[in-house]
T-cell receptor, first 113, second 111 residues
Framework: GAGVSQTPSNKVTEKGKYVELRCDPISGHTALYWYRQSLGQGPEFLIYFQGTGAADDSGLPNDRFFAVRPEGSVSTLKIQRTERGDSAVYLC???????????FGPGTRLTVL | QKEVEQNSGPLSVPEGAIASLNCTYSDRVSQSFFWYRQYSGKSPELIMSIYSNGDKEDGRFTAQLNKASQYVSLLIRDSQPSDSATYLCAVNPNSGYALNFGKGTSLLVTP
């Protein structure tokens, strides 16, 4: 079956601009996670959705970052007033409810110039 | 702070040898443990999960967990050049929670 998909695969933007990153989880997976990964580091947790609600947003670095999942499937990560330090690979993962095995999408490489 | 520690490597092993990758974690309540493989420029790929003390084998891979020592390891038997990648250790305290990752160990299998 289809895995987690993410669009776009690459995004280049200018400092101060707004960006949206999209994630489409594996069909039937109710849990969805956003992580970001910088070079040489492991993925860093941002936010976790169970269904439509954000069950844990403790990893969002500041209020410029926001994520939604209005229908409990596709999720959008939104970054306002982008900064050069936001440059990273943004990874989305999904899992079945009640299970921990998380499957990652291919990621979106965000570059802020 | 809940930490997951891995030796960054690179760990170099000859083809056909056993590669041993190690990970320690600080949060004693962690219940679930995972190994991901990440090729350069790609996203993490789940290769093993382990939840109970002891060994779990899947093909050439064996995961070992010792909760008392807060230690989890991954053994790769008959290493192949295609196993060359970064291996990420991840833990979480309970079902449905975020994973806490180590920085990964770079493995190089030389022909």
């Amino acid at each position: 079956g289809a895995g987690v998909s993410q669009t776009p695969s690459n995004k280049v933007t200018e400092k101060g601009k707004y960006v949206e990153l999209r994630c489409d989880p594996i069909s039937g997976h109710t849990a969805l996670y956003w992580y970001r990964q910088s070079l040489g580091q492991g993925p860093e947790f941002l936010i976790y959705f169970q269904g439509t609600g954000a069950a844990d947003d403790s990893g969002l670095p500041n209020d410029r970052f926001f994520a939604v999942r209005p229908e409990g499937s596709v999720s959008t990560l939104k970054i306002q007033r982008t900064e050069r330090g936001d440059s990273a690979v943004y990874l989305c993962a999904s899992s079945l409810a009640g299970l921990n095995e998380q499957f990652f999408g291919p990621g979106t490489r965000l570059t802020v110039l | 702070q809940k930490e997951v520690e891995q030796n960054s490597g690179p760990l170099s092993v000859p083809e056909g040898a056993i590669a041993s990758l190690n990970c320690t974690y600080s949060d004693r309540v962690s219940q679930s443990f995972f190994w991901y493989r990440q090729y350069s420029g790609k996203s993490p790929e789940l290769i093993m999960s382990i939840y109970s003390n002891g060994d779990k084998e899947d093909g050439r891979f064996t995961a070992q967990l010792n909760k008392a020592s807060q230690y989890v390891s991954l053994l790769i038997r008959d290493s192949q050049p295609s196993d060359s990648a970064t291996y990420l250790c991840a833990v979480n305290p309970n079902s449905g929670y975020a994973l806490n990752f180590g920085k990964g160990t770079s493995l190089l299998v030389t022909p």
